[in-house]
């Protein structure tokens, strides 16, 4: 058996290589043990380097101090002033501590606080203006900005529109602009952060057309809404009408736009309007306007029920009404949200210090409805306001006191007073002539100036000259249909603009129309007096939107007329169920004549 192998260092390579092998590397060579002049052997790194467990054999100093001794030898005398025994308190520990609390804090705030304050510290959503954070509107809709406006006041308004003198000195102020500057705007659902076009039959008042989005948009700087003889939806023809509803709302001040009207001035038969109304209640959905178009009214009588009576009383009830309908005075199902609602029932407030609740609904105010008296071939605007609970004849008390026309030659007030549905109280202005669109193409400015209140008022205006108006007296109490003060409206008011035709309005001539007819609108402005700006559709005093959420569909779907076909029933009215316990609140309001009748 072969002697185990050694390693050793050599020149060449191992022992047994071939001369061939160069010399000139260097390898550690295995040689059979025993073989060898181990006396000339190099020693190993590890020997050479090698050394001894005991350190005086290898010359450390163990007899005299070191100068790093110190550092490893602690001395309890000598280092008492630094040693702290162990203690946080010191100034640098308590700075650690406390930058550690502080972080400790905001990863909990972060992660615990923030969240917990984001659910029920956050602030409800503001419908003032009509949008929300990220520009969604109170209909939950997120809009487009076509032309850049974000803010309330169109940036195109010039400098010279921001403020106006009221007709009664008072200084007024621009709350909202809309110019219409951008041409090829769209007004379908979302597309306009204020404005929204419907898409519907206006059955109502029997309107000939259909209301389409796609008749409204811009171009060369005004707002065209277009009405032709298109059929559509089994109609003959087609128009358009938006409105600011429940996107934006006004509380008092002054409403205006510049406005060429469609057609001639010399034809009769189209409807082009523009107009306000509360938002309670939105134009064309007939279930939400049910029992609250067109009531103004606070007060627990009569005026809130069906048909104005209880039990055939007063007598006015059914003897000085519309012949038409065997001399009823109403046909109205009475006020939804009045003043004698039952404690308990569905009302979306608020509440008198009496704890009766506030009368609410859906009023209407109308800056112009536009048409030409045959017999003249003139055109003239009706201004008006429509009112309920009625007056016996539909009489509203228009002395001079209590309303003004201007120039009554050419001005006059509107023979048609009401019938079983409203009420209406309305001038017949003339226009000019040439700003009609196939009469010379120019444009008026057309609005109203109205205050809230059982002392307040509206006034009537073209191109800023006040032409009528009327104050809240004029629509007082009447004690022959015994119903009490209605005010100028309170509610939150939305805008409207439109352009239809119906026989409803008066005699059409159908064979002198030319379509298109096209409705323009230079701008629409809205001022309040400085200082006491009211806007907002859902405003703490009069709130709309829990109402209208809670009964969406009724706001929404336009194919239900009437509160009953969606299903709901009236609140109950204290003076149709006097021996119910919830309703003894409000019949300490009601007239003592009414009480048990």
């Known amino acids: 058996?072969?002697?185990?192998?050694?390693?050793?260092?050599?020149?060449?390579?191992?022992?047994?290589?071939?001369?061939?092998?160069?010399?000139?590397?260097?390898?550690?060579?295995?040689?059979?043990?025993?073989?060898?002049?181990?006396?000339?052997?190099?020693?190993?790194?590890?020997?050479?380097?090698?050394?001894?467990?005991?350190?005086?054999?290898?010359?450390?100093?163990?007899?005299?101090?070191?100068?790093?001794?110190?550092?490893?030898?602690?001395?309890?005398?000598?280092?008492?002033?630094?040693?702290?025994?162990?203690?946080?308190?010191?100034?640098?520990?308590?700075?650690?501590?406390?930058?550690?609390?502080?972080?400790?804090?905001?990863?909990?705030?972060?992660?615990?606080?923030?969240?917990?304050?984001?659910?029920?510290?956050?602030?409800?959503?503001?419908?003032?203006?009509?949008?929300?954070?990220?520009?969604?509107?109170?209909?939950?809709?997120?809009?487009?900005?076509?032309?850049?406006?974000?803010?309330?006041?169109?940036?195109?308004?010039?400098?010279?529109?921001?403020?106006?003198?009221?007709?009664?000195?008072?200084?007024?102020?621009?709350?909202?602009?809309?110019?219409?500057?951008?041409?090829?705007?769209?007004?379908?659902?979302?597309?306009?952060?204020?404005?929204?076009?419907?898409?519907?039959?206006?059955?109502?008042?029997?309107?000939?057309?259909?209301?389409?989005?796609?008749?409204?948009?811009?171009?060369?700087?005004?707002?065209?809404?277009?009405?032709d003889d298109t059929p559509s939806h089994n109609l003959e023809y087609e128009g358009g009408m938006m409105a600011t509803w429940n996107k934006f709302c006004f509380t008092g001040g002054y409403l205006t736009a510049n406005i060429s009207l469609p057609g001639a001035s010399d034809v009769w038969g189209l409807w082009p309007a523009f107009w306000s109304m509360g938002n309670l209640g939105r134009a064309g959905y007939g279930a939400s306007l049910d029992g609250m178009w067109p009531y103004t009214y606070d007060s627990c009588d009569v005026g809130t029920l069906r048909n104005q009576s209880l039990n055939n009383y007063p007598p006015a009830a059914t003897t000085t009404g519309d012949p038409s309908y065997d001399n009823s005075l109403s046909y109205l199902e009475g006020q939804k949200l009045s003043r004698c609602t039952c404690e308990g029932e569905d009302h979306p407030g608020p509440k008198h210090p009496d704890g009766t609740f506030v009368g609410r609904a859906a009023p209407e105010i109308d800056v112009l409805e536009a048409q030409v008296e045959e017999a003249t071939r003139t055109g003239h605007v009706s201004m008006s306001g429509q009112w309920a609970p009625f007056n016996a004849n539909y009489f509203w008390t228009n002395t001079t006191d209590n309303y003004f026309m201007a120039d009554m030659e050419h001005n006059e007030l509107n023979t048609y007073k009401g019938g079983v549905f409203q009420q209406s109280t309305s001038g017949v202005i003339m226009t000019n002539q040439e700003c009609y669109q196939n009469s010379g193409g120019c444009f008026e400015e057309y609005g109203f100036e109205y205050a809230p209140g059982n002392d307040g008022f509206i006034t009537w205006s073209i191109n800023q000259r006040a032409v009528w108006g009327l104050t809240a007296a004029g629509v007082g109490p009447d004690p022959e249909s015994m119903i009490s003060q209605r005010p100028v409206p309170y509610e939150p008011m939305y805008i409207l603009l439109n352009q239809g035709i119906s026989k409803n309005f008066g005699n059409i001539a159908f064979d002198q129309l030319h379509f298109p007819t096209i409705m323009k609108v230079d701008w629409v402005r809205v001022y309040q007096p400085k200082g006491k700006r009211n806007i907002g559709c859902d405003p703490p005093e009069y709130p709309t939107a829990d109402y209208i959420n809670k009964h969406e569909e009724a706001y929404k779907n336009p194919n239900l007329t009437t509160w009953k076909q969606f299903n709901m029933e009236y609140p109950k009215n204290a003076l149709m169920n006097q021996d119910d316990p919830a309703c003894q609140t409000a019949l300490k309001v009601a007239p003592p004549e009414l009480l048990q009748l």
Not at 35 to 49: I, L, N, R, Y
Not at 68 to 88: K, M
Not at 172 to 181: G, I, K, M, Q, W
Request: hydrophobic share 35%; proline share 8%; aromatic share 12%.
């Open 1 to 227: 058996m072969p002697a185990p192998y050694a390693f050793q260092p050599l020149h060449g390579g191992f022992a047994n290589d071939s001369p061939a092998s160069s010399a000139s590397e260097h390898s550690l060579l295995r040689v059979p043990a025993g073989q060898g002049d181990h006396s000339q052997m190099t020693p190993t790194v590890s020997e050479k380097f090698a050394l001894s467990a005991a350190p005086v054999d290898w010359g450390a100093m163990t007899d005299r101090p070191e100068p790093d001794d110190r550092l490893h030898n602690p001395d309890p005398r000598r280092d008492r002033n630094n040693d702290s025994a162990g203690t946080i308190f010191t100034w640098r520990g308590l700075m650690n501590i406390g930058f550690l609390a502080l972080l400790a804090a905001a990863l909990l705030m972060l992660f615990a606080g923030y969240p917990l304050y984001t659910a029920y510290g956050k602030k409800g959503q503001n419908t003032s203006g009509g949008f929300n954070l990220g520009f969604i509107n109170a209909s939950g809709q997120v809009a487009d900005f076509p032309n850049g406006q974000f803010g309330l006041i169109d940036p195109d308004t010039p400098a010279e529109a921001f403020t106006r003198m009221g007709y009664n000195g008072e200084e007024f102020e621009l709350v909202f602009s809309d110019e219409f500057n951008v041409n090829g705007r769209t007004f379908y659902p979302g597309d306009d952060p204020y404005w929204e076009a419907v898409d519907m039959h206006y059955w109502g008042t029997n309107n000939l057309e259909w209301y389409s989005p796609r008749q409204i948009t811009t171009s060369e700087g005004n707002l065209e809404i277009t009405l």
